[in-house]
């Protein structure tokens, strides 16, 4: 599954969010991301920058993709750290969309 290439597709609320044994062969696809299944099931990374100004360059560009994906991920800045936090607030869960988006934001953290 080639999730690069793919869109978000806007969910609407009652989605069903995955099940394990999906979000289990999706999180393959992003083997840097954490996935967390305590409370909300969620995926999470954390960047390291040299500084602030690195951060805040980073954030701009996850801005960029969130935007044009139509999909927000949690953002968290500690000086030169960026943490990140993707699940689909209306599934309550994790969904595609949510795998897409961190596919993109890998790519750019190269």
């Not at 920058?49 to 993709?65: C, P, Q, S």
């Amino acid at each position: 599954m080639d999730l690069s290439a793919k869109h978000c597709v806007p969910c609407k609320g009652g989605a069903p969010p995955l099940s394990d044994p999906e979000e289990d062969r999706y999180i393959k696809e992003v083997p840097s991301w954490i996935l967390v299944r305590d409370g909300v099931h969620r995926i999470k990374r954390e960047f390291i920058f040299k500084g602030f100004r690195g951060a805040m360059g980073f954030v701009n560009k996850v801005a960029d993709i969130a935007e044009a994906e139509g999909h927000h991920p949690d953002i968290y800045i500690f000086y030169n750290k960026v943490q990140l936090e993707l699940f689909t607030h209306a599934a309550q869960g994790l969904l595609e969309n949510d795998f897409i988006v961190a596919v993109k934001v890998d790519r750019i953290s190269i």
